[in-house]
């Protein structure tokens, strides 16, 4: 599935900015084997919830899609209690995000390729935030952008033909 495939590789390529104590989800990725989603027990400082919403076609018989994508930072003022921690694991985020704004397309799609799915650019289309939850006791940001490319077309088992003349 294309949506779960690019919302990997999205998870892999903010996991590739090493950011110690920051757990990444993907809204379509399975738990880990013996655990519920959502509901793992952790000690990091920092979540990000990554998601990708089903695609979307400019027009009828083009190819052309587009995807919505959030990425939700939460990070938790019990493991930062001046809030500094929001900073050290935000700004790497929004600098890979405005790389891939500025320089994403077919020729370099860092990775955002996937089966089915050829990038061509992608568009920064604001979020939310910071703000501070009391009742979670947390600090967020949301980044939100939409990533554009082409569908390819996706092999089907052909229809087996009925011989009605005999």
């Given at each position: ?106 020729d370099n799609d860092f ?32 980044y939100s952008f939409t ?19 005999e």
């Amino acid at each position: 599935m294309i949506e779960k495939d690019l919302e990997a590789a999205i998870i892999s390529a903010l996991e590739s900015l090493a950011l110690d104590g920051l757990e990444i989800h993907g809204a379509w990725q399975a738990a880990a084997e013996g655990t519920v989603k959502d509901m793992e027990d952790s000690a990091a400082v920092a979540g990000l919830a990554v998601a990708v919403s089903p695609r979307v076609f400019d027009t009828f018989g083009i190819s052309t899609a587009n995807f919505d994508v959030a990425l939700a930072l939460t990070v938790r003022a019990d493991q930062s209690p001046t809030g500094a921690a929001l900073e050290t694991y935000a700004e790497p985020i929004a600098n890979l995000l405005s790389r891939w704004n500025l320089e994403l397309c077919h020729d370099n799609d860092f990775g955002l390729g996937v089966s089915g799915f050829v990038p061509g650019g992608l568009q920064m289309t604001g979020g939310s935030g910071p703000t501070f939850n009391r009742a979670a006791a947390a600090w967020s940001i949301i980044y939100s952008f939409t990533l554009r490319g082409n569908i390819e077309p996706v092999e089907t088992p052909a229809s087996p033909t009925t011989n009605t003349e005999e």
